[in-house]
């Protein structure tokens, strides 16, 4: 599926010079008055419109799992959807990213997707965590933006939700997983384990970054008592 914005732009035309004569020329009879915009020294070109927010859900090829899925992951990767879409950079430029979620949840991901990106909100990248071998701790210290990856929840035997392709963590160095005595494991987050605080794609409680997830059912690691993780935003929580 597509979403598509398109802007429009407008340009002037610069005022004719009136004549000096004691008898002047009715202005329409004037050459001058009616001069087109694109004789104008002072019309400037239109401004380039940036592109228009896009996502696309395809079927994913087992081949594009070689370290993320395997037998014995609590779903098939027949139930998972590639969503290709696009995202606002730190570079405050347009790019396109890849997520791997659950067929269930691609409504959800390409709705609040678009409204990030109609805000110009900011994430670092969008990589799937195949590109880190499904290293989950490598993913993270590059800031990568991801969703699935079968693995267990972070200190427990349990799987975590984002082995169902229902979890994404956003941006996780600027929104780190902290421990209740206000650590981190990544020494390039160690900056940003307080909250509120200000900075470029930060998250923070109550913002409209956690209520746009909210609004599909989604709900944010930020909120969790003791521990947070406030990068992390999954379906029905957990």
């Known amino acids: 599926m597509a979403f598509v914005v398109l802007t429009t732009v407008s340009c002037g035309a610069a005022e004719p010079v009136a004549s000096s004569a004691p008898t002047p020329a009715p202005a329409t009879s004037s050459p001058a008055a009616t001069a087109s915009p694109t004789a ?7 401004a380039t419109a940036p592109p228009a927010f896009a996502a696309k859900v395809t079927p994913v090829a087992r081949d594009r799992l070689p370290y993320s899925w395997r037998p014995g992951c609590p779903v098939s990767y027949r139930d998972l959807r590639l969503v290709t879409l ?55 210290e590059a800031d990568n933006t991801s969703a699935f990856n079968c693995r267990r929840a972070t200190g427990s035997s349990s799987w975590s939700n984002h082995a ?26 160690e900056e940003f384990t307080k ?27 930020g909120y969790w008592s003791g521990t947070k993780d406030f990068q992390h935003f999954s379906k029905g929580g957990g």
């Open 40 to 46: 104008s020294p002072t019309a400037t070109p239109s």
């Open 86 to 140: 696009s995202y606002w950079g730190f570079d405050g430029k347009p790019h396109t990213g890849e997520l791997v979620v659950h067929k269930s949840v691609t409504d959800d991901i390409v709705t609040v997707f678009g409204k990030l990106y109609g805000w110009r909100w900011p994430i670092r990248q969008m990589k799937l965590v195949d590109a880190f071998k499904a290293d989950d701790y490598a993913s993270i």
């Open 164 to 189: 169902y392709g229902k979890a994404i963590d956003i941006n996780p160095r600027e929104n780190p997983y902290v421990t209740a005595s206000g650590s981190t494991a990544h020494k390039n987050a």
């Open 195 to 221: 909250r509120p605080m200000k900075g470029k794609g930060v998250i923070n409680p109550g913002d409209k970054v956690v209520k746009a997830f909210a609004q599909v059912g989604w709900e944010w690691g």
